[in-house]
């Protein structure tokens, strides 16, 4: 079956821009979740969705959002960019299922120049 | 506050030989343990996971042990292949939130 796919795979933005990514789950999942990751900070925990509702949210500031569709498909948006938003951003999709752990998409790797 | 340590950045291991990864968490809330393994340019590939209930898990190669008491869990790999080489991040969460707190991994090399 296929897995989480995102889009686009590289973007590159100026400061102060915004900029929305995609996320499709594997199908059936119903929670997406979206993670950042950068040197610095390893992988830290943006948001996540299920039924269309988020459910957590990391500590980030509300430049970042996100939504998903009733399909499951999902989409963050990060306005009004900064450089230290340079990041790769990765979305991962569950089944509910805690044993079967969480799966990741390839992510998509924004550069904020 | 990092709530999920790797405290080794790096490790290398001759191949055929025993690999083990160390993670220690201080949130004493998380009850399920996970292991990814990631390489450049990809997402994070689950690998094995871990109730708080179990001291140990095992699927092929790969081994999780858990000792709550020292909040601290290990992952094993034996025998270590080259193509184990990569990143491995252990990650922690907690019963009825979807979130995954993360350690910051450990980079494997596999010495042929």
């Known amino acids: 079956k296929a897995g989480v796919t995102q889009t686009p795979r590289y973007l590159i933005k100026t400061r102060g821009q915004q900029v929305t990514l995609s996320c499709s789950p594997i199908s059936g999942h119903r929670s997406v979740s979206w993670y950042q990751q950068t040197p610095g900070q390893g992988l830290q925990f943006l948001f996540e969705y299920f039924s269309e509702t988020q459910r957590n949210k990391g500590n980030f500031p509300g430049r970042f959002s996100g939504r998903q569709f009733s399909n499951s498909r999902s989409e963050m948006n990060v306005s009004t960019l900064e450089l230290g938003d340079s990041a790769l951003y990765l979305c991962?999709?569950?089944?509910?299922?805690?044993?079967?752990?969480?799966?990741f998409g390839s992510g998509t790797r924004l550069t904020v120049v | 506050d990092q709530q999920v340590k790797q405290n080794s950045p790096s490790l290398s291991v001759q191949e055929g030989r025993i690999s083990i990864l160390n993670c220690d968490y201080t949130n004493s809330m998380f009850d399920y343990f996970l292991w990814y393994k990631k390489y450049p340019a990809e997402g994070p590939t689950f690998l094995i996971s871990?109730?708080?209930?179990?001291d140990k898990n095992e699927d092929g190669r790969f081994t999780v042990f858990l000792n709550k008491s020292a909040k601290h869990l290990s992952l094993h790999i034996v025998p270590s292949q080259p193509g184990d080489s990569a990143v491995y991040f252990c990650a922690a969460s907690v019963l009825g939130n979807e979130k995954l707190t993360f350690g910051t991994g450990t980079r494997l090399t596999i010495i042929p």
């Open positions: 871990i109730s708080s209930i179990k």
């Open positions: 991962a999709s569950s089944h509910m299922d805690r044993a079967g752990g969480y799966t």
